[in-house]
């Protein structure tokens, strides 16, 4: 019975301390961070919303994570969380944005967002 609780005070513990939402890594990222290291704060992404190479010959590519903003929750476990595109120019972050869940971008919309063309 003692380890019962032991196991219980424990799991408890974890589930409220050790983990920290998404949302709140969106402080630790910075422009011009490369795709790895926006990867090495926020995880793999959702997906890959965008790739394509513009006129003038840079890579450009969106991708996409549900970052949840429940405190105290897994990630995966909360219903809480908010779409976010992040774009990448030659494989450095240039913008991020708060999206609609299954919104679809074209090329010409992320050229305008990104050169105003």
């Known amino acids: 019975m003692l380890k019962f609780k032991l196991l219980i005070v424990i799991f408890t ?11 709140a890594r969106l ?5 011009n961070m490369s795709k790895a290291e926006v ?4 995880g793999n992404p959702e997906y890959i919303s ?3 190479v513009d006129p003038d ?3 450009i ?16 476990l909360s219903p809480y969380y908010d779409v976010y595109s992040f774009f990448f120019k030659d494989d450095s972050l240039v913008r991020w944005k708060k999206s609609k869940e299954n919104a679809r971008l074209s090329e010409k919309m992320v050229m305008r967002m990104l050169y105003g063309r």
Do not use: M, N, P
């Open 13 to 23: 513990w974890f589930f409220l301390t050790a983990c920290t939402t998404t949302g």
């Open 50 to 52: 965008l790739a394509f």
């Open 39 to 42: 990867k090495s704060v926020l």
């Open 61 to 76: 590519e969106v991708l996409d994570y549900r970052l949840y903003q429940y405190y105290g929750a897994i990630d995966g």
């Open 27 to 31: 402080t630790d990222l910075s422009l």
């Open 57 to 59: 010959g840079h890579a």
